[in-house]
């Protein structure tokens, strides 16, 4: 379990804990503020992405007085965790209203809109004051001057859609605004998403590993090696004498994005804590 299930979600998956999507949270103005400076200020993730930059180019000795700190403050404001789809599939069980938006990180890192984000509430759309506030930025959040980017889904046109990302290869996560308000989904990769960018490329974690880890079943691998094109987290390795393919718990992120790409169904997810060197990642 990682120190936001033993925090927020007492013991449990704090992501499947309705009470922090609760639209009492965003009674918080503090909460409001962030997210409307997330959301409304076009330039927010450029600066992120520059003082990202320009925290791993400080020498070892000095990342290592900073970083805890940064990422400390990081874990109360905005931080997320990796989610398999059967998690989205238990998190859409009890969230009344899911809303697709643009990704502001590829705003950012490429310059056009792209449909990859999902705003939650446990009210239904008109009732969500998440998307009250997201409207009421919109003309600047949006690329272009109207809302319409905003698009509600039911359960199974949001699940279609991300299964689609997934085979994609992009990866589920969960993210919190001033923790533990659980307000989106992202669908992210380590070369256009700012938070994968700085927790694989700049020693800068903003995600937990999933509570799963996966497990190749060499009785049905056939070493084709296409699970290995999707990992995003180095975490695939081939074995040539057994001529077929093993993960690396440590560094397995538990996406299940590899078991989406392989035609044999040889890739299972297994529980983190059931794996002792996952565990110990
Ligand atoms: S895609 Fe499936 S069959 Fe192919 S190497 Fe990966 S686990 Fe084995
Ligand atoms: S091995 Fe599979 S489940 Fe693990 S991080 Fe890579 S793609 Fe995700």
Not at 245 to 268: E, F, K, L, Q, T
């Amino acid at each position: 379990m990682c120190e936001f299930c033993h925090r927020h979600g007492e013991g449990k998956k704090w992501y499947l804990q309705a009470q922090n999507y609760s639209e009492d949270l965003l009674s918080d103005l503090t909460r409001r503020r962030l997210i409307e400076t997330f959301i409304g200020d076009p330039e927010y993730f450029r600066k992120a992405l520059g003082m990202l930059e320009a925290l791993s180019r400080l020498p070892p000795y000095v990342r290592a007085v900073i970083n805890p700190i940064a990422v400390k403050r990081q874990k109360r404001l905005h931080y997320g965790q990796v989610v398999p789809i059967e998690e989205l599939e238990r998190i859409f069980d009890f969230v009344n209203s899911i809303v697709r938006l643009p990704c502001l990180c590829r705003q950012a890192t490429v310059g056009s809109e792209q449909r990859h984000c999902y705003a939650l509430s446990m009210v239904p759309d008109e009732r969500s004051q998440l998307i009250e506030l997201v409207r009421s930025v919109g003309s600047s959040y949006l690329t272009g001057p109207d809302i319409g980017g905003l698009e509600v889904l039911s359960r199974e046109q949001a699940l279609v859609s991300l299964r689609e990302l997934e085979r994609k290869g992009l990866c589920h996560t969960v993210w919190t605004f001033k923790t533990p308000f659980v307000g989106s989904i992202c669908n992210c990769d380590r070369s256009d998403c700012l938070a994968m960018r700085a927790t694989l490329s700049m020693g800068y974690p903003m995600m937990f590993q999933a509570e799963y880890t996966a497990e190749v079943n060499h009785d049905l691998c056939n070493g084709c090696r296409e699970c290995m094109l999707v990992c995003q987290f180095g975490a695939m390795g081939y074995g040539v004498a057994r001529e077929r393919v093993i993960i690396d718990p440590r560094r397995c992120y538990g996406c299940g994005i590899c078991r989406a790409s392989c035609s044999r169904n040889a890739i299972a997810l297994h529980e983190r804590s059931s794996v002792p060197l996952a565990v110990l990642a």
